[in-house]
């Protein structure tokens, strides 16, 4: 099966979704599995995850709901207050539902740089494995060594970069993000979401091309056994339709073998949140380590 890692739901709340700015008027209503169901279907995707946007215990609620009600969901990413002194009460509570497979915080919106070395928000990390739970890094390229010192704290807590960690493609930066996810990617229990470029771009206005470089760098750091497809749907219609978005990175491992382009779009995903559910993120040799680049037949 084809698996978007990640998407989203939600339902337009003034109060709840302020980061929603004014060129992201388009994203001002409600956006729900009935109108996007058909966009997978037609990119020929059979699953997908579902991310959370809100900062709120009732947000991993109402997606959990949503799973129950839409087999395509095949996991949700919620949120849990991880600094929370009842942090595990609400791990037992929510992990309860199979569907919940990780959770993230908007960690790149938070106004200190070191929020996830803080002591509070390391302790609710710390009690994740115990759930078989996966930790999405939401990044800055400025926030990449900071999240490198919170994995090397954590070898046996699987975590995933989402959007590679957001480097700046609409004006070509490429240093010391490069780097910077280089180191991070040398950790093992770290996976990469590729996912989120269209936004980083200028929108509406990219060309696939101009991602390959960007592509180049993570498939080099992270193998195609650690990274997975992602649209971030809706968000990626601020510059591009769902399907243009998702050819740029489907387009690109045409390169490989059948094997690792089945591991980036889909086979990855379902390992990371689907398989470690409650058995944690295991390297299966067979399938993890695809030859390289394609080697076309002369016929």
């Known amino acids: 099966m084809l698996i978007d890692a990640h998407q989203h739901f939600w339902r337009y709340d003034p109060r709840a979704h302020g980061w929603m700015t004014d060129p992201m008027d388009a994203l001002r209503r409600d956006y729900l599995p ?15 995850i579902a991310v959370q946007a809100r900062q709120m215990t009732e947000e991993t609620e109402w997606l959990l709901q949503l799973a129950d009600d839409n087999d395509f969901i095949r996991g949700v990413v919620g949120w849990v207050d991880l600094r929370s002194p009842d942090v595990r009460g609400q791990l037992e509570q929510y992990a309860a539902h199979p569907r919940l497979v990780g959770v993230r915080h908007v960690v790149h919106d938070e106004p200190d740089d070191r929020f996830m070395l803080r002591a509070d928000f390391r302790r609710g990390i710390g009690q994740l494995r115990d759930f078989g739970l996966t930790f999405d890094l939401l990044l800055f390229p400025r926030h990449l ?19 590679i960690a957001k480097p700046e493609i609409k004006h070509a930066a490429m240093s010391p993000w490069k780097e910077q996810l ?11 979401k590729l996912s989120g470029m269209v936004t980083e771009a200028a929108w509406g206005a990219w060309r696939p091309h101009e991602f390959h470089r960007y592509l180049d760098v993570v498939f080099a750091a992270f193998g195609p056994e650690r990274l997975m497809i992602g649209s971030d749907w809706p968000v990626c219609t601020l510059s591009g339709s769902y399907g243009a978005t998702m050819r740029v990175v489907i387009d690109y491992v045409e390169r490989f073998f059948p094997a690792a382009r089945h591991a980036v ?3 990855n995903c379902a390992r ?16 993890m380590a695809p030859a390289g680049p394609r080697q076309r037949s002369s016929s």
């Open 34 to 48: 009935a109108e996007f169901r058909p966009l997978l279907e037609a990119a020929g995707f059979g699953g997908s």
């Open 145 to 163: 060594p900071v999240a490198a010192r919170l994995v090397a704290e954590y070898p046996d807590q699987p975590f995933v970069v989402d959007h």
């Open 182 to 192: 280089q180191a991070l990617a040398a950790f093992p229990h770290v996976w990469c």
């Open 265 to 267: 779009l889909g086979g």
């Open 272 to 287: 990371f949140y689907l398989h470690g559910r409650h058995a944690g993120v295991a390297t299966d040799p067979g399938v």
